[in-house]
Nanobody
Framework: QVQLVESGGGLVQAGGSLRLSCKAS????????MSWFRQAPGNEREFVAA???????FETNAVKGRFTISRSYDKNSMYLQMNSLKPEDTAVYYC?????????????????WGQGTQVTVSS
């Protein structure tokens, strides 16, 4: 079992910044990918960004140039630096964990999820 705990969400004005964190604990051995997804009310959960075991990163076009994903040296913590936030970024943001061979944009590929952290961007 892997436990994921997100933090860092909150309310921010458009144009502002937030930094999300995700701490992984438990059976974190092996090679794995960690990702961020988000889900707004009435919408499906959507991929935001991923970081692989070898620290390759991939972001959805909607956040490229504004969001940066990174991971700690021990690979057990992941971060999402969100700049130039827009009202359409408002959602619950989830941390996800899966084997390094997955198709990163597909939620069903991930084995473990955090409880989510709310990000609200006001106009």
């Amino acid at each position: 079992q892997v436990q994921l705990v997100e933090s860092g969400g909150g309310l921010v004005q458009a144009g502002g910044s937030l930094r999300l964190s995700c701490k992984a604990s438990g059976r974190t051995s092996g090679t794995y990918t960690m990702s961020w997804f988000r889900q707004a009310p009435g919408n499906e959960r959507e991929f935001v960004a991923a970081i692989s075991w070898n620290d390759s990163t991939f972001e959805t076009n909607a956040v490229k140039g504004r969001f940066t994903i990174s991971r700690s040296y021990d690979k057990n913590s992941m971060y999402l630096q969100m700049n130039s936030l827009k009202p359409e970024d408002t959602a619950v943001y989830y941390c996800a964990w899966g084997p390094d061979t997955i198709v990163v944009i597909k939620p069903a590929e991930y084995e473990y999820w955090g409880q989510g952290t709310q990000v609200t961007v006001s106009s």
